[in-house]
């Protein structure tokens, strides 16, 4: 099931050579074959999903990872570019603090709600049509919320780098920004965003003073309920489960729903639902090795003839993107949100 180890057939790409790393690094040991063993883990929750003994293998990486900081053997120059990024400008994409909310479709009018839409950095400054999306079905959908200008980075890069010190005090940043603007509520269209806020905050912080929500189960709702006035608009799509949405959090059928309430057809992956393979960006694989991560994503891709396809994560969507570029391939990738906000126009 793993996809580092389909891909590479080597035992340090396996979740078994990964728990053999991880005792290494508890122990003091760190050798080059432990380091890229741990980091070259996408924390897809393949792994988890089969595992005969039920361990949670994607903690036991994140938790050696930090062992691995804690004792000076990382983080690495790539680590430190996206995290500079984050402490010096509020984003991992680098882009400037006033450019944040640029991707606007309209005039925001501000709403004197303690419901935050927390867009993330990816859909701000890259991913803007997605965020942009998201936005309109909100308001089209009569949801009252606010924007920040300065919302900053969720943090969960740091997190999964394993500097469980610096992501406590971005943590704390985060969350007393919130508590000064009043939110009570945050919808986040970004998966990453979201698994941060509702696990790790929790984990480092203790109580917190906000709900989050996910978009997904929040748009499947106002698609249910009618509150969107869909039109169909026909064809096919291959639907791709992000390991998130997915494996991580059990939701399967909603965005099938959501796809079909549009009236398209939704084609299966030759790899889905919990056995879904993976983009290859998640748990810092991107960044640090992004050849490999081209490898899986392509792999990936070819898992289904069809020319379009739609996930529900940002940032498979972006990976997508860069590798249908980057290899030339013939195929296209949608955010489920655009999707939906094209059934709507």
């Known amino acids: 099931m793993c996809p580092t180890y389909v ?5 340090p790409y396996s979740p078994l050579g990964r728990v053999k790393a ?12 432990v380091i890229e063993s741990l980091y070259t883990c ?9 595992c005969p ?10 938790q050696a990872r930090a062992e691995l900081v804690k004792r000076g053997f990382a983080l690495f120059p790539a680590h430190r570019r996206v995290i500079d990024n984050i402490l010096k400008k509020g984003n991992a994409m680098g882009g400037e603090r006033y450019k944040r909310l640029e991707w606007l479709p309209e005039k925001h009018q501000e709403e004197n ?14 991913e803007r049509s997605i965020a942009s999306a998201v936005y309109l079905i909100l308001r ?28 406590k005090e971005v943590f704390e940043k985060i969350a007393a920004k919130f508590r000064e603007a009043g939110v009570k509520e945050v919808i986040v269209p970004c998966l990453g965003c979201y698994r941060c806020f509702k696990n790790y905050y929790p984990r480092l912080l203790g109580k917190v003073d906000f709900k989050v929500q996910h978009f997904v189960p929040l748009l499947h709702k106002l698609v249910k309920e009618g509150a969107l006035n869909l039109r169909k608009l026909g064809g096919r799509v291959a639907y791709f489960d992000p390991c998130y949405l997915g494996r991580a959090e059990g939701m399967y059928e909603e965005p099938r729903e959501i796809l079909r309430e549009c009236g398209v057809e939704v084609v299966e992956m030759e790899a889905s639902r919990e056995k879904s393979f993976c983009c290859g960006a998640g748990g810092g694989v991107k960044s640090l090795f992004p050849s490999l991560a081209t490898s899986l994503a392509a792999k990936t891709l070819d898992m289904t003839a069809e020319k379009t396809i739609v996930t529900s994560c940002i940032f498979c969507t972006y990976q997508f993107k860069s590798v249908i570029r980057e290899l030339k391939l013939d195929k296209n990738v949608l955010h489920i949100a655009e999707l939906v906000l094209k059934s709507m126009c």
Do not use: H, M, W
Not at 22 to 33: H, M, N, P, R, Y
Not at 55 to 62: K, R, S, T
Not at 149 to 167: K, P, T, V
């Open 42 to 50: 996408p924390l897809c929750y393949a792994c988890n999903f089969v």
């Open 113 to 126: 709600s303690s419901t935050l839409l927390y867009v993330g950095c990816l859909a701000s400054y890259v």
């Open 22 to 33: 991880a005792k290494k690094a508890f122990q003091g040991e760190c050798s080059e074959e």
């Open 7 to 11: 891909l590479k057939g080597d035992l």
């Open 53 to 62: 003994l039920n361990l949670d293998i994607v903690e036991v990486v994140e």
């Open 140 to 167: 089209k959908a009569g949801i009252k919320f606010k924007l920040l200008q300065d919302e900053g980075c969720c943090g969960i890069y740091i997190y999964r780098a394993g500097d469980l010190s610096l992501a």
